[in-house]
């Protein structure tokens, strides 16, 4: 193993453009579950990812009943707003800061990354701290919103900027990823060297 951590460190300090991307098992160790590990949540509970599936749906076909779902709802994944960092996260802050790693895409919307200190990180399946138009891509602080308030008033929470409903920024199955995202991603990509 020592012989691994040698090997990509002197990759990393030779890059010239280094890129790293990250997924559900960088979380893990803060608690956040993954989905298809031994343990993983849909491993466990195979009916939990059929239902996965309809949330992108109903949001299109009712966005009051996503709205009223996500509000009385707990997530499968826990209060991802309460969990905290681990030392990968926090490394790869580091690395930013020390400029040898250029940019985070993470396939997590735990948003732990930027906790840790990651500036240039790109959420590819969104954040759940953040809000969403599908319509205009414009994207608000989860936190600038009532949302128990609004769905409370039989509403949803609206776009500023067209109007639309929200949604979560979190990317669901059958949702595209948004054009912004995929392409801030394919550019950072092919950067790397």
């Avoid at 399946?125 to 600038?144: A, D, S, T, W």
């Amino acid at each position: 193993m020592e012989d691994v951590i040698k090997e990509v460190a002197k990759v990393l300090l030779e890059s010239k453009y280094a890129v790293a991307l990250t997924g559900a098992g960088v979380s893990t160790e803060s608690g956040i579950p993954d989905f298809r590990g031994p343990s993983g949540i849909w491993t466990r509970d195979p009916e939990a990812e059929r239902r996965a599936y309809e949330v992108y749906d109903i949001f299109l076909r009712n966005p009051r009943e996503y709205w009223e779902r996500v509000v009385s709802g707990t997530s499968i994944l826990g209060d991802l707003e309460k969990a905290q960092p681990n030392p990968s996260h926090y490394a790869m802050a580091e690395m930013e800061r020390m400029g040898i790693l250029k940019c985070i895409i993470t396939q997590n919307i735990d948003n732990l990354h930027q906790k840790a200190g990651s500036k240039n990180v790109i959420d590819f399946h969104g954040n759940v701290l953040k809000l969403r138009c599908i319509r205009c891509g414009e994207r608000y602080l989860k936190e600038e919103f009532d949302l128990e308030r609004i769905v409370g008033e039989k509403k949803v929470p609206l776009c500023r900027k067209c109007q639309y409903p929200l949604k979560s920024d979190v990317v669901y199955f059958n949702e595209p990823i948004p054009k912004d995202v995929y392409a801030r991603s394919f550019k950072e990509g092919r950067s790397a060297m």
